[in-house]
């Protein structure tokens, strides 16, 4: 494989599982940007964002995915990325991760969202009291980010599809081997 794959999209899309299945049948590594970020600020996201804020957590971003495009076009090696949900939302980060590969964005209806995120791990941007209230949250999420999900050539549907299935069709859409 000569080229990285970047995974963005909503919290929920399936990108981390999704990341890590398509990097195994690859071959190559997987980097998820989220667990970068945990490593370099020594503790889980909810956390960076109750004691730094969130503009703290996107200068990491920042500089995982800065640190990350420098590594690969130096090394020539390719990986697939997954991606935090708002972390191509900065321009500067999306034209480094279009220059590390080709980008494919995954997304799914709100209310499949909403139960992958509710059965996962905590999302500072998405904690709320209430299935409705997280439901709101996640759309507004989506409103905010429509434009950054959209600009991507390759865009796949999770809805009703695992991450073995989302793997192949990234395979055949790019023409991976």
Sequence with gaps: ??????????????KSATARLLAQQLGVRAVDTDSEVVLRAGMPIDRIFATSGEGYFRELES??????????????????????????????????????????????????????????ETRPLLQSDSLAATRERLSLLLKQRSTTYSRPRYRIDTTELSPGEVCQQIITLIGLT
């Excluded at 494989?1 to 399936?14: D, H, K």
């Design 1 to 14: 494989m000569n080229q990285s794959v970047i995974l963005i999209g909503p919290p929920g899309s399936g």
């Design 63 to 120: 500089a995982v995915v800065q640190e990350l495009a420098v590594g690969c076009k130096d090394s020539g090696e390719a990986v697939i990325v997954s991606c935090g949900g708002g972390l191509p939302v900065r321009e500067q980060n999306y034209l480094l991760l279009e220059s590390l590969g080709q980008i494919v964005c995954l997304y799914a209806e709100v209310d499949v969202l909403t139960e992958r995120v509710l059965s996962g």
